[in-house]
Nanobody, 116 residues
Framework: QVQLVESGGGIVQAGGSLRLSCAAAASGSIFNVMYWYRQAPGKQRELVAAISRAGGTNYADSVKGRFTISRDNAKNTVYLQMNSLKPEDTAVYYC??????????WGQGTQVTVSS
């Protein structure tokens, strides 16, 4: 059984920073790609960033230059450093982990609120 636990969300003023963490409690599991998604009220869930096991990254245009995704493979943990936050970044942020066998696992989400 795989469990993903996010942390680091909160309330921050525009221009501020937050760092999200997502730890996968999965003994012996290997994740090839790990992701961060977000879902704002009334909107569809959208991909924010992704990182391969080798460290290759991909970002949504809306966060390029402001957000940085990273991971620690030994700890099965993925991070999202968010700088220069804007009110439109307000959302519930979810991590997802994908195994080489096609299984995907989601975290429970963490709320990020950016005040203007």
């Amino acid at each position: 059984q795989v469990q993903l636990v996010e942390s680091g969300g909160g309330i921050v003023q525009a221009g501020g920073s937050l760092r999200l963490s997502c730890a996968a409690a999965a003994s012996g599991s290997i994740f090839n790609v790990m992701y961060w998604y977000r879902q704002a009220p009334g909107k569809q869930r959208e991909l924010v960033a992704a990182i391969s096991r080798a460290g290759g990254t991909n970002y949504a245009d809306s966060v390029k230059g402001r957000f940085t995704i990273s991971r620690d493979n030994a700890k099965n943990t993925v991070y999202l450093q968010m700088n220069s936050l804007k009110p439109e970044d307000t959302a519930v942020y979810y991590c997802k982990a994908a195994t080489p066998y096609g299984s995907h696992y989601w975290g429970q989400g963490t709320q990020v609120t950016v005040s203007s």
